[in-house]
């Protein structure tokens, strides 16, 4: 996050794991729980007398067969009961007929019982396998069948659907935990989605560069709160280099969990160069003018900036926020006062194009054209 050190803060570039967060819905008495298997979150599915079924729904790739699929696995922990009864196990539908199904059972063989409590486990990868742990019995096949054979069966079939089901409440009560399940090479690690914020500093109207503001950096602070990162606050800048962004005056964050929460503003104290919004401006300095947000820069750019501070409390998606500085500047030329110049400047701020005038011919710090 913006603030503290990198290490805390995630800002240092990120290497996005090939995971799904989407692709898969939950049925039954299937929910979220945390933590996952060293992770934030996996899916606990469960099978009693409230729920009798419980399961996960993946997309089917395209085009996808058995015998082209490359990787069908995944974690699991069983926490109540014991693997029984067929269940848990993954059910491969074909022809969208609820009862042509493959059964791919998961548990040691041959019978599928007697799995490790509490204790996450890999199936390993059950494409290719030699364990008789394939029921082809719905598709002309034996209860305990070869995965070539499986193959064989299945070749004129179209395969409609992959699912992980929980139901053997029949024999005893089950709770089981799922994370990182490998579908053909795309692992569900059923994290939640992540967001960034990137903030971009705006000076007179456009982005901020080392030419317009002499190299300097300006402060801010943020706080936020992420299930992923957890909740903190800290300090950063927006200067000439710019901060896990390619771009100078802008910072964007590290990954946010959906539903994270996200501030920031300006140090417009003695320790910056930025003044306060309505400030009386001062020569040298710069004046806070407000924020705007968007969920894209050129959205924020295009919004009236205001004076409160940017907060986040729910994200959805990646947003954007423009931190606005004007400079306080003052004429040292009459020249500059003329053609609605005058309204340009705002240490002071004049009344009228004589006021701007008098004003340079006044101010002994004004070094052009006195003469009337």
Known sequence: MIGLSSAVLGLALLVAPTFAATGYTLFGGADYVSPGNASSRAVGLVSNTTHPYS???????????????????????????????????????????????VFVYIGPTPNFTGCTLNSWQNTGNFIGTSDLRYDTSQMGGAFYDTYSNAVSLTSSHTLTGISLVLDGS??????????????????????????????????????????????ASYPMIASWDALNIGA??????????????????????????????????????????????????????YRLVGYSTGDTLAAAAASTPVSAT????????????????????????????????????NTPVFKNQGDCVSYVQSNPNATGNKSK
């Open 55 to 101: 399961g996960i729904d993946f997309t089917v790739p395209n085009g996808a067969t058995l015998g082209n699929l490359t990787a069908l696995s995944t974690d699991y922990k069983i926490t109540v009961g014991d693997c029984v009864g067929g269940s848990p196990r993954f059910s491969l539908n074909y022809d969208n007929n609820p009862n042509t199904n």
């Open 170 to 215: 029949w024999k005893t009560d089950q709770t089981v935990l799922i994370d990182n399940t490998n579908i053909n090479g795309t692992i569900y690690d059923y994290e939640l989605p992540t967001y960034t914020v990137t903030i971009a500093k705006y000076l007179d109207g456009v982005p901020a560069s080392a030419a317009l503001t002499g190299g």
């Open 232 to 285: 903190g606050s800290g300090s950063y800048s927006l200067g000439p280099t710019g901060f896990n962004n390619p771009n100078s005056y802008q910072a964007t964050t590290s990954q946010l969990t959906q539903g994270a929460s996200y501030s920031t503003s300006e140090v417009t104290n003695s320790t910056s160069n930025v003044l306060p919004i309505g400030a009386t401006c001062q020569l040298g300095k």
């Open 310 to 345: 940017p907060s986040f409390t729910d994200l959805t998606s990646n947003q954007y926020i423009i931190v606005w500085n004007e400079s306080c500047t003052a004429p040292t030329n009459k020249d500059q006062c003329k053609n609605g110049g005058w309204t340009k400047f």
